[in-house]
């Protein structure tokens, strides 16, 4: 179930209204979990048994890792984080991994057929997982008491907002909401029916519109640089629009039913250098793997080289977190060289660049680096790269007209402004609110483009 | 109050996703709005991409349907033909009296009615397969044909549908959990909910602002290059398997020719005395074929086919405008595109006809 179809709207309107219903929490949490169970089936029924699995397993890995010491306590967190990482690895990297091997195994046996999955990836189980194991690990450090409520863990980890794909949570924020009966508030409604439309507004209006033109220049080729720099900045505001969009709604229809989740993205473009963009874009993750692999490595307490490398490697892993192809490898990889080797926001070397021009710099970095996530492989991204500079040839062709151009541009205008103004006034009283909801659907119908797109990050 | 409303909002919204999922619900609620009962349904005069994309009010897109069937020239000679005929939307109109020397026809489509066959042996038995160019690879290379083009036994599961009409989950004997989670759910709110009369003028501004602005069809509906015609959206995605511009590779083409053949030996095998099968071209393939990837040419001549083929693609093509065969708002062709097919299949039901 899409957040942006149909379905998803009415599905969002029953389950918020009888959730306001009932009586007491442990019925809210039932009723949760029945409507996450029924949104995760929608996209492939027979799946929920894997996250039924993995949410078993957990949940008594949870207490066995609480009650024991010294290595049996170490132990069944290993064999918690192998269940988990396993499922990952079988249903995201198995064939990866064996189309990777694959050209030896043809040249030492010919006729050998290889024998790949070719199964459909579970949706969001990169995410679910994720979560799954911060709960584990959380509780191996004894930071987090076991869950005693099995319905409450299995909501944990399949709250339909954030199931599919983000924030990944801790379990220290989303627990003890989970067991809080939370009363009907109309100012957290508005806020989050608010947040909800922003977010629908980012991805119907804004990415799938400036989604239209990426696929015409990844479609094309022997476009000019002109045409490939255009597409390449709108990529990178598509991919920003689709998955904050996506976490608006989600910490939008949290937010309607009293929970809180955890911000994802803090105005990621206006960071002044790399490192700063890792601590406003896709929060959950980064700080995910900060906590749970980068400082378990050692982080920086072992010296200045150590800590480059535990950089890279964590960039690195998080690039293969996102899809298993060698162009997520090298997005990661281009990420950790340049968080390791270019100076930080402490430097002073680098006073005498204007903030502005950092920014501009580094979003056009951050953009170069989108096109390995884009391009279907890693020949394709750097023929296009190489295709960014060069001036002299090629068709300046676009896949949307001279109006939709300048229009996406304002759009992206509008999107930067609205985001770095961000006014609360506009839903404090009842009329203004009333106006904003009203001028938001009507902008999402006239000048959204539906097709059912589906959100990048689902895929992950 | 509020109790009530929430309530009465909480059970129209499960009303509205079993709905959305029940495929007789949705076949009931298409019945009657199709006919413009209850609150009706969005109903172009000129054709079923203008329909799709609520381009009604664009002048250049306006064909109106001009099909005038008339009997073929050659009249001479005996009817000995039983014509047996797997088509789809392109043919499913065309009267049996069009073709020439025909005595009986059978008509069957995919996903409506099978074509069944319980051949007459003192007649000449021909089966023709029509289908568009964006359904070669996805009908005909998967031996699913079989069970639509089949000897006269009980079927073990057929689907009625009488017209196309919004898209259905496919329920089999007995109800299973992937029922309730019908992957078209949301095509079929789409239409309960929004494709009302009522709502037929927002729909239309919002089209003609993205046309008359934006150059842009809505959904699935491309506008051409030239601006004067409309395709379906997957005909021209070059990712897309319908598409006209999806590249393949020389051993696919062969491998799809080795399935037309088995095709053609099997049911020349149970009988038939001859097997033609006929592409009708993507329109986007003769209208703005500077990307065509020649999947029609390069079929028809593979090396080795047996199949017939009614080559309707060279003919189209080679004429002064190939526009002239289409209609600018449908996906279909006009009166003049079907009578060049027609006639390209009654010369070969006349050669037929005359074999002892």
Redesign the interface.
């Known amino acids: 179930m899409?957040f942006n179809?149909?379905?998803f709207l009415?599905?969002f309107?029953?389950v918020t209204?009888?959730y306001?219903?009932l009586p007491n929490q442990r019925s809210r949490v039932w009723l949760l979990l029945v409507a996450s169970c029924y949104f995760y089936?929608?996209f492939v029924?027979k799946y929920l048994l894997i996250l039924g699995g993995t949410i078993v397993i957990d949940y008594f890995a949870g207490f066995l890792i609480a009650k024991s010491e010294g290595r049996p306590r170490k132990a069944w967190l290993t064999m918690s984080i192998i269940a988990n990482v396993g499922v990952l690895v079988y249903f995201k990297y198995f064939d990866f991994l064996l189309d990777t091997v694959a050209p030896v195994i043809r040249d030492l046996f010919p006729h050998y057929d290889i024998p790949y999955l070719s199964i459909l990836l579970p949706i969001g189980l990169s995410f679910h997982t994720f979560q799954a194991m911060s709960y584990t690990i959380e509780v191996y450090r004894g930071k987090q008491p076991p869950e005693k409520n099995f319905v409450v863990y299995a909501l944990y980890v399949m709250f339909y907002p954030q199931l599919v794909a983000g924030p990944i949570e801790r379990p220290q924020n989303i627990l003890p909401q989970l067991h809080t009966y939370q009363p009907y508030n109309w100012d957290k409604v508005k806020e989050g029916l608010a947040r909800m439309l922003w977010g629908f507004f980012k991805k119907v209006v804004i990415a799938d519109r400036l989604a239209?033109e990426v696929t015409h220049a990844y479609?094309h080729t022997g476009l000019s640089a002109w045409s490939l720099w255009v597409s390449a900045i709108f990529y990178s505001f598509q991919i920003y629009c689709d998955f904050s969009g996506y976490s608006d709604i989600a910490l939008g229809s949290a937010k309607v039913m009293g929970i809180d989740l955890m911000e994802n993205f803090k105005q990621p473009y206006l960071s002044a250098n790399i490192t700063e963009f890792w601590t406003r874009w896709h929060v959950s993750l980064s700080s995910w793997f900060r906590d749970y692999l980068y400082i378990p490595l050692g982080g920086n307490r072992r010296g200045e080289a150590r800590r480059r490398i535990n950089v890279f490697i964590t960039f690195l892993l998080s690039g293969l977190w996102h899809g298993a192809n060698f162009t997520f490898l090298v997005w990661g990889a281009l990420h950790g060289l340049l968080v390791t080797l270019l100076p930080g926001a402490k430097s002073s070397k680098n006073r005498v660049v204007s903030k502005v021009a950092k920014i501009v710099l580094n979003f056009l970095l951050v953009t170069i680096c989108w096109v390995f996530f884009r391009s279907p492989d890693v020949h394709f991204a750097f023929r296009y790269i190489g295709g960014l500079f060069n001036f002299v040839s090629g068709s300046t062709t676009f896949g949307?007209?001279g109006?939709?151009l300048l229009?996406s541009a304002g759009l992206i205008a509008f999107l930067l402004w609205r985001e770095f103004r961000l006014k609360s006034f506009l839903i404090q009283k009842d009329e203004s609110f009333a106006f904003y909801v009203f001028v938001m659907v009507v902008g999402c119908?006239?000048f959204g483009v539906?097709?059912?797109n589906q959100f990048i990050y689902f895929q992950f | 109050m509020k109790k009530v409303l929430s309530y009465s909002c909480i059970i129209i919204g499960l009303v509205l996703l079993f709905s959305g999922t029940s495929r007789d619900v949705v076949a009931y609620i298409w019945e009657r709005k199709h006919h413009q009962l209850w609150w009706g349904e969005h109903q172009s005069n000129f054709g079923d991409l203008s329909n799709i994309a609520y381009l009604d009010d664009i002048k250049v897109f306006q064909t109106p349907n001009d099909y005038n069937f008339t009997p073929p020239a050659d009249t001479s000679g005996p009817k000995n033909i039983d014509l047996y005929l797997f088509g789809d939307s392109y043919t499913e109109d065309v009267p049996c009296a069009a073709f020439a020397h025909v005595n009986t026809c059978h008509f069957g489509r995919k996903g409506h009615h099978d074509l069944v066959y319980k051949l007459d042996k003192s007649k000449r038995n021909v089966l023709l397969i029509e289908t568009a160019e964006r359904y070669v690879r996805s009908n005909y290379q998967n031996g699913d044909i079989y069970n639509h083009i089949r000897k006269d036994l009980p079927p073990a599961l057929t689907l009625a549908i009488s017209e196309p009409g919004p898209v259905y989950a496919s329920v089999g004997a007995g109800l299973h959990v992937a029922d309730f989670f019908n992957p078209n759910i949301n095509q079929n709110l789409e239409y309960l909910l929004f494709n009302v009369n009522a709502m037929n003028k927002p729909r239309l501004l919002k089209a003609d602002m993205n046309y008359y602005l934006f150059n842009r069809g809505s959904g699935d509906v491309v506008i051409a290059d030239d601006g004067r015609h409309l395709f379906l959206k997957e005909t021209v995605e070059p990712k897309n398997e319908c598409s006209s511009y999806q590249p393949f590779s020389n051993e696919d083409v062969t491998a799809w020719a080795n399935n037309l053949n088995v095709i053609y030996e099997h049911y020349k095998a149970e009988g038939f005395d001859e097997v033609y099968f006929a592409i009708v071209p993507n329109p986007a393939s003769v209208i703005q074929p500077a990307n065509y990837n020649n999947l029609i040419p390069k079929l028809q001549t593979s090396p080795g086919l047996k199949m017939q083929m009614v080559d309707v693609y060279s003919h189209y093509k080679n004429a002064g405008n190939p526009r002239q065969f289409y209609r600018a708002g449908d996906t279909h062709w006009n009166n003049k595109g079907m009578q060049l097919w027609l006639m390209l299949v009654n010369e070969q039901l006349s050669r037929q006809s005359a074999k002892p």
């Open positions: 899409l179809s149909l379905q009415i599905f309107m029953v209204l009888a306001f219903q089936m929608s029924p239209i479609n949307l007209n109006n939709e229009f119908y006239f539906f097709g059912e």
